[in-house]
């Protein structure tokens, strides 16, 4: 090296260090009088493109970027033979400074940061190369294909699934737009490592290694992802870098309405490609230092709306933030195309627009943690779910008199999670429609009409599951109940006269319910029960009720239906159907809501003997029950389950989630119980003196956590119960701030 340096350039090192390079050989040149960065290439076919980034930095012409330093024949950029070996070589002026990642950040740093980055953006605007525009980098964001291609390598699921979600939103949010965005030459690097600083001045950009003809909001975005790192609040970090850059180089409106999810594409391409070269080159260090930095950024930026984060972008440089509907405007709309007993959540109704995993985001900038919603079981637009509704949906899309792969496949998914004797499955679009069917099947087998129902149970909207749902018939402004349904008494061990320290609790209640069936003189068709009533206030059967109850519905003529709707799919943590937790199998299931994580599905599970009797009466069809996409998308719903543990972590943040609440009723008199299992769970209510349900309470609490980023309902037979049912991905951070949020507003109110 040392003699090459004086053959070929005339100088005489007194030191040789090698540096860190992310794909080529660098190294530090110390000399009496300067220093300088030789940097070195193996792969012989990047001469061209060297050559072009050289005369970019000519072109530039600015201390604060390196300056090529000729050989002594006056080329830039040399190959020359070692030993055998041939390399490509150039040698760069050495720029003083501290690197912008190894310095206490300020604002005004970083501002002097976005004045330089965008006076270089100017100035390489009408510059060009045919070697840089026609270059194919992976770590240009036009590219980021390559990148998600990588996905699968990534080891850890939960980083995986934020990426792919990303890079999902990324292509419906950006790549339409990708004509009207402009383009230029960009560094496309401009990280913590290759920006150097002198006090609070910068003092060098460094590395054009990946230097490209890209779109010219990709380097803003790039700085900005970087500039954020281990920052508490990105988001105003962002707004500092992007100020003072479009105080220098003004943004164009579409260019600020695509950067939120640019810079988020930025740090997926940052851990996608790390992640593949750091297995590729292990002892690299360098290639992994953004790694974690920008994985707990990604984590960050997804709590942030991206209509918050769009209208302070554009805020910051100035361009109109176009007004939003009012909620009155929206209500006023609701209520003219809508019937009026259509009801709104919360005080204050919420005008949604987007939701990813446990957040969803309303259209004026706010976003909420989802504590409530129990559909969208994997997550809110889980990129997995999403992505096997459209695939299929391009594909194929028809009903089940026609023969399909995905229906087999699907079914034999489903089946195979239920005991042996329940092998058959009719599908639905709903839970509603499938409790219907139910109904409409035992009713077939048994040659019987009544059915038993709970107290307070809930089983859908159909004018069947209204008149088997106490809920909705027992209702004030309900029919009433008809002569065919034979009520039982709810097993409540916190409410009903066995409670919970009652070890024979179950056992009484199932003993009261048989003296109601003895004294009944019709023959029964069903019996049907949610393993833990939702509509009733969360409330779980005592335990061994159903073990004692199945074999008198049996000798009664009847068939046990459980209903899975809400407790099904692994949301009881412990147990992927609630049936399981009462050591029961019933003869029929009826599922709905979490099946499609939204998208709308049900269905029946039953025995040979049973669907053998309904296949006797009138032919079962649904238009769009068990279609192609309804198949591709509960089959993805069941790998993500099984893949990502989520059973596993209803039970491990479900368990933590209570016992914070457990706590928490030991510092407040008036919530009188905590009660559930795994991700569903109730707050009861009550006011301490007489230990009569407090409804205001509840209810002002459920529109406070509402008004303080949380969302949770109301149930129960006065309302005085919140419920609790978040999407599966719920995280022990997730159910601390909740509980933390509780406790405030219980301060404040109690």
Known sequence: MEKLLIKEFGIKPIEIIRINGYDNLNYLIKTNSKNYILKTYEDLSLIDLIQSETKA??????????????????????????????KIYRLLSYLEGKFLGEINQTKEIIRSFGKSLARLNKSLFYWSDIHIKSRQLEWDMQQYVVSKNYLNEISSKKVRKIIHYFMNQYEENVVPFFSDLRKSTIHNDANNWNILFKGNDVSGVIDFGDISYSHLINELAIAISYTCFNKENPLEWAIALLESYNHIFPLEKKEIEVLYYTIAMRLCISISNSNHYQKLFPENKYISISQKPAIELLWKWIEINPVEAENKFKGAVGIKVEKTKSLKEMVKGRKTYLGSNISLSYDKPIFMNKAAFQYMYDSYGNTYLDAYNNIPHVGHSHPLVVEASKKQSSVLNTNTRYLYDSLEEYSEKLISLFP??????????????????????????????????????????????????????????????????????????????????????????????????????????????????????????????????????????????????????????????????QEVVPDIIVLGKPMGNGHPMGAVITTSEI????????????????????????????????????????????????????????????????????LFIGIEFSNPNNMTPDSYKAELLKNE????????????PYNNVIKSKPPLCFSKKNAKEVVEKIDMILKKIN
């Not at 509509?535 to 335990?543: E, M, N, R």
């Open 57 to 86: 930095l000519l072109f530039l012409n600015d201390n604060l970027y390196p300056k090529p330093v000729p050989f002594l024949n006056g080329e830039n950029v040399r190959i020359i033979q070692i030993k055998g070996t041939s």
């Open 420 to 581: 042996k004797k329940l092998c058959k499955v009719f599908y639905v679009n709903s839970g509603s429609e499938a409790s219907d069917l139910a109904i409409r099947m035992a009713r077939y087998h048994t040659k019987n009409e009544s059915v038993v129902v709970i107290e307070n149970g809930y089983h859908g909207h159909t004018q069947t599951g209204i008149n088997i749902s106490d809920y909705k018939f027992n209702n004030k402004k309900g029919t009433g109940q008809k002569d065919y349904i034979l009520k039982l008494d709810i097993p409540d061990t916190f409410n009903g006269k066995y409670k919970v320290d009652d070890k024979d609790a179950g056992y009484k209640y199932a003993n009261d319910a048989k003296k109601i069936l003895n004294n009944y003189n019709d023959s029964i068709a069903a019996f049907i029960s949610e393993p833990m009533l939702s509509c009733a206030g969360q409330v779980p059967l005592a335990s061994n009720y159903l073990k004692n109850l199945y074999p008198s519905i049996k000798e009664k003529g009847g068939v046990c239906i459980s209903d899975e709707v809400q407790t099904g799919f692994g949301r009881l943590g412990k147990y992927f159907w609630g049936y399981e937790s």
């Open 705 to 716: 956590l509402k008004n303080n980023g949380i969302l949770v309902g109301t149930d129960g």
């Open 611 to 678: 669907a053998n009797s309904f296949s006797k009466g009138v032919e079962f069809f649904s238009s769009f029950g068990g279609n192609p996409i309804s198949c591709k998308i509960g089959l993805s719903v069941l790998n993500v389950i099984k893949m990502e543990n989520l059973q596993k972590n209803s039970e491990e943040v479900g368990s933590y989630y209570k016992k914070l609440l457990i706590d928490l009723k030991d510092k407040y008199s008036s919530i009188s119980d905590i009660r559930g299992s795994g």
